[in-house]
């Protein structure tokens, strides 16, 4: 079962997803890390960005409570995808809501991938919902 943080926002395209193809969810307030798990593969996590302006702010002013959320990912073993929901590759991007730059920002996300179990993948809104299963359920890309 796919777990769903209810601090989530505007997520209601990936779990009309996951309800039009039967995929089993709940809610829960208490996601320890990231805002989807798989409850019976907790140790993989996807944390949802709707956008590089909302990860800018990750890296940006949000930057301490991000850092323990990935302090409590190398505490439990686990590791995250950030999965970024953008046509627009990060080096193509101009901020809107920012002052960071997209090097700025691929010199922190090459950090954290290095001191973490993190990655960072983009998709369309509309295979959000589709790559949260994926990642989460282990199915391989084609499958």
Not at 43 to 71: P, T
Request: glycine share 6%.
């Amino acid at each position: 079962m796919i777990k769903v943080d209810t601090r989530e926002k505007q997520n209601a395209h990936i779990t009309k997803f996951f309800e039009e193809n039967g995929i089993e969810f709940c809610t829960d307030k208490t996601c320890y890390i990231g805002d989807y798990c798989n409850t019976e593969n907790p140790n993989v996590y996807v944390e949802r960005k709707n956008s590089w302006d909302e990860l800018a702010g990750n890296c940006g002013k949000n930057h301490d409570r991000f850092r323990r959320e990935l302090e409590r990912l190398d505490d439990c073993g686990g590791k995250m995808i950030i999965l970024v929901e953008t046509n627009v590759s990060l080096l193509e991007w101009k901020p809107k809501r920012t002052k960071m730059t997209a090097e700025q920002i691929d010199k922190i996300l090459t950090a954290w991938a290095h001191k973490h179990k993190v990655s960072v993948m983009t998709t369309t809104k509309d295979q959000a919902g589709l790559w949260i299963y994926k990642i989460l359920t282990g199915v391989k890309a084609n499958g």
